[in-house]
C-alpha cells in the first residue's frame, strides 16, 4: 500500500477532479466511504450510542456534515460541533447546509456538552503542520479527556501527515485514512496518536497515481509471498543455501545462538557459526542442527585478529553471512568486520556490533565486493550518519533513502515502523508491536535476512520479507501471550510454523 505526503495525495485528488470527479463529488465519496467503515467497527448497537462529530472549518469538515447526516438518516443521535466557526468555504457549506436541513443539531465548542459515545474528529485534515492555536489546542485536550472512543478521519487532528510531527494533538482510537497511508500513520510521533488505522478507497483510479518507486510503500503479505515458491520436491540441502554466522562473544553468547536459530527456522539449508572458543559450550548446547567453527579469541573473548585467515577460508563456502550480533567492538572486531566487508563475494547482513565496528571507518561498506543489509536500530544510525537519535528519530526515511543511495546498500531503520531502502524504492512495516522492543529481537530479524539471502533472494526481498515475518511472529506472539510477558524465545517458537503463512 502506498504512503503519500500530503503533497502527493493532493497531486492524486488534482488528477481524479480532472478525469473524474467534481471536489463536492470527492468529498462525499469520502464521508460515505468513512461511514461505512465506521458502521464496519461500531455497528452493533450504534443506534443506541450518541455520536458527535468535531468540525473545523476547511475541507476536511465536508466529510464530517457527510458523516453526521448519514448517521441521522438511520437513525442514530448524532450532531455536529463547530470547533471553531461556521464553514466558509463552498463545498462544505453545501453539506453543512443539507445536514442542517435534515434536522442534524449543530453546537459551537463552547456550547458543547461532552455527552457522547462516540466523538469522530473532522477538525483538520492533511494540511495541518506546527503547533495549534487557540482554540484548537483546548479542544484537543477536551477530546482526549473525554470518555468516547475517537474516530479520525484521514489523520489525527494536530499530527503533521508529511511529516508525522506532534505538538498537540488528538489521540484516536481508530484512524481511517483516505484513499492511501500518510506520513503521520507510519512516522513517530504521530503513529502513536493514530490508534488502529484502516483505509478507505473512494473511486480515485490507478491512473491518478505516479509510478511506485514515486511513493513509499508498506510491505504486504501478498508481495512477500511472490518470493518464495513451492519448493522442488527433489531438493536437497545444498538447494537451500549455505550461511555463515559470524557472531558472539563470551558477554553475549545469546545474541549468536538467537540469529542461528531465526536462521534455522526459516530455511536455510546449512548454517556454520563461527565464534570465539570460549563460548563453544553455549552454543552446543541451545544448537544441534549448525556446523560449528569455534575460532581464536583475544583477552576479551571476542574474536581475534588471528582467526582471519579461517574467517577468509569460511568466506568462500558461505552464499551468505551474518555478522556482528554479540560481536563487541574493539580493536580486533573493527579489523575483522572491514576485512570480511571487502572480501566477502557472498551478501552480507551487518548487525549490533558489526555496525558499531564499522563504524568509525564507515566508507569501508563502498569497497564491498557483494550486496550488503545493513540493519541499524536508530542510535546506531546516528552513529553512521555523525547525528544524534532524536535527527534520526525525526527524519527516519529520508535518512534512510539518502545512506542507502550514497552506499549503494539495503538500509533497514528498525524501530516501530520499520524503514526498508534501496536508495531509490522505500517500504515500511506496519506489524510488529512494542513487546518487541527488548535484547535479541534485532539478533532474530538479521538471522531470518540472512536465511533468505541464502536461499537466493536478492538483497531489497530479502530484507523486506524478513522485516515481514519478524513483525508478524511478534503480533502472534504477543496475541498468545502479551506484550509485557513475550520474550524472543517465544517468539523463535512459533517462527517456524509461521513460515507456511508464506508457502504454497
Known sequence: MRVLTAKQIKQVEERAFVSRFTEEGLMLSAGTACFNKILRYYGEGIEQKKIAVFCGNGKNAGDGFVIASLFVKMGVDACIVLVDKAPELPEPKLY?????????????????????????????????????????????????????????????????????????????????AISTLKFAHVLPPANAYCGKTVTVQIGITEDCYDKDCTYVHTITKSDIKRNFPARDKNAHKGTFGRQLNICGSYQMPGAAVICASAALKTGVGLLKCAFPKSIYSVMTSHLFQPIFKPLCENEQKTLSIGAMNDIFDELKWADSVVLGCGLGNNDDTQVIVGQIIKSSEAPIVLDADGINAAA?????????????????????????????????????????????????????????????????????????????????????????????????????????????????????????????????????????????????
Open 360 to 504: 568509525p571507518f564507515i566508507d569501508i561498506i563502498k569497497d564491498k565486493k557483494a550486496p550488503l543489509v545493513i540493519t541499524p536500530h536508530p542510535a546506531e544510525m546516528a552513529r553512521l550518519i555523525g547525528e544524534n537519535t532524536a535527527y534520526v528519530q525525526e527524519n527516519r526515511i529520508a535518512v534512510s533513502k539518502a545512506f542507502a543511495k550514497e552506499n549503494e546498500v539495503v538500509l533497514v531503520l528498525k524501530g516501530a515502523n520499520t524503514v526498508v531502502t534501496d536508495g531509490n524504492c522505500v517500504f515500511v512495516s506496519t506489524n510488529g508491536n512494542a513487546g518487541m522492543a527488548m535484547g535479541g529481537t534485532g539478533d532474530m530479524l538479521a538471522g531470518i535476512i540472512g536465511s533468505f539471502l541464502a536461499q537466493g533472494l536478492p538483497a531489497l526481498d530479502a530484507a523486506k520479507a524478513g522485516v515481514y515475518i519478524h513483525g508478524f511472529c511478534g503480533d502472534v506472539t504477543a496475541r498468545e501471550l502479551s506484550q509485557r510477558g513475550m520474550t524472543v524465545s517465544d517468539m523463535l517458537s512459533v517462527l517456524g510454523a509461521l513460515m507456511s503463512e508464506l508457502e504454497d
Open 96 to 176: 453543512f447546509d443539507e445536514a442542517v436541513s435534515i434536522g442534524v443539531k449543530d453546537y459551537y465548542f463552547t456550547e458543547y456538552e461532552f455527552n457522547c459515545d462516540i466523538i469522530v474528529d473532522c477538525i483538520f485534515g492533511i494540511g495541518f503542520h506546527g503547533e495549534p492555536r487557540a482554540p484548537f489546542n483546548e479542544v484537543f485536550d477536551a477530546v482526549n479527556a473525554s470518555n468516547a472512543s475517537v474516530i479520525s478521519i484521514d489523520t489525527p487532528s494536530g499530527t503533521d501527515a508529511a511529516t508525522g510531527e506532534v505538538t498537540n494533538a488528538v489521540k484516536a482510537d481508530l484512524t481511517i
